[in-house]
T-cell receptor, first 114, second 114 residues
Framework: AQSVTQLGSHVSVSEGALVLLRCNYSSSVPPYLFWYVQYPNQGLQLLLKYTSAATLVKGINGFEAEFKKSETSFHLTKPSAHMSDAAEYFCAVSLYSSASKIIFGSGTRLSIRP | DAGVIQSPRHEVTEMGQEVTLRCKPI?????LFWYRQTMMRGLELLIYFNNNVPIDDSGMPEDRFSAKMPNASFSTLKIQPSEPRDSAVYFC????????????FGNGTRLTVT
């Protein structure tokens, strides 16, 4: 069975600083990995998706994530945080590129300090 | 594209009452998912449908929960009788079978059972 672990339920960074949100996965077969973002009082939106085409995946709003098989990691980064990045971020795993059964991590709340 | 539409946005009910949550997926999407989000348990997959047929309901907490999808444009999640521990935000999401199609979430229904 596949699973994801997000390290740190809350991350706080200063505006303009590097954002790093950590995600480790467990899967018996090569997984498909996702990052979703949830703004207050809204549903989740896809940030980016890894489907084995390239290990470095670029998403919306300047975010990117790198798939590292040796570390079973898929950390999310952004070089310079913006106030509008404040939200909850979810890492997710699936055995398929479509969302037939996608399992979400527990989420990391990102706060941005002025 | 109106997105996934959920109703109501907020529901407050008393313990023992029946609650019905509604979802209209995006037209043309053949997968529909119901998730529950709480602070304690995060985002949990309750059940999902493919072409209106329930595929996996292993996440449904107990027999008090039931879900139906009578046609491609409508689904319901019913709780009868409701209990305070059912208080959560319930999300509906839909997607297409085609590769690279992400999950599209509705804005959720916040359920409070007193």
């Amino acid at each position: 069975a596949q699973s994801v672990t997000q390290l740190g339920s809350h991350v706080s960074v200063s505006e303009g600083a590097l954002v790093l949100l950590r995600c480790n996965y467990s899967s018996s077969v090569p997984p498909y990995l996702f990052w979703y973002v949830q703004y207050p009082n809204q549903g989740l939106q896809l940030l980016l998706k890894y489907t084995s085409a390239a290990t470095l995946v670029k998403g919306i709003n300047g975010f990117e994530a790198e798939f590292k098989k040796s570390e079973t990691s898929f950390h999310l980064t952004k070089p310079s945080a913006h106030m509008s990045d404040a939200a909850e971020y979810f890492c997710a795993v699936s055995l398929y590129s479509s969302a037939s059964k996608i399992i979400f991590g527990s989420g990391t709340r990102l706060s941005i300090r002025p | 594209d109106a997105g996934v539409i959920q109703s109501p946005r907020h529901e407050v009910t008393e313990m023992g009452q029946e609650v019905t949550l509604r979802c209209k997926p995006i037209s043309g999407h053949d997968y529909l998912f119901w998730y529950r989000q709480t602070m304690m348990r995060g985002l949990e997959l309750l059940i999902y449908f493919n072409n209106n047929v329930p595929i996996d309901d292993s996440g449904m907490p107990e027999d008090r929960f039931s879900a139906k999808m009578p046609n491609a444009s409508f689904s319901t999640l019913k709780i009868q009788p409701s209990e305070p521990r059912d208080s959560a935000v319930y999300f509906c999401a839909s997607t297409r079978t085609a590769d690279n199609s992400p999950l599209h979430f509705g804005n959720g229904t916040r359920l409070t059972v007193t």
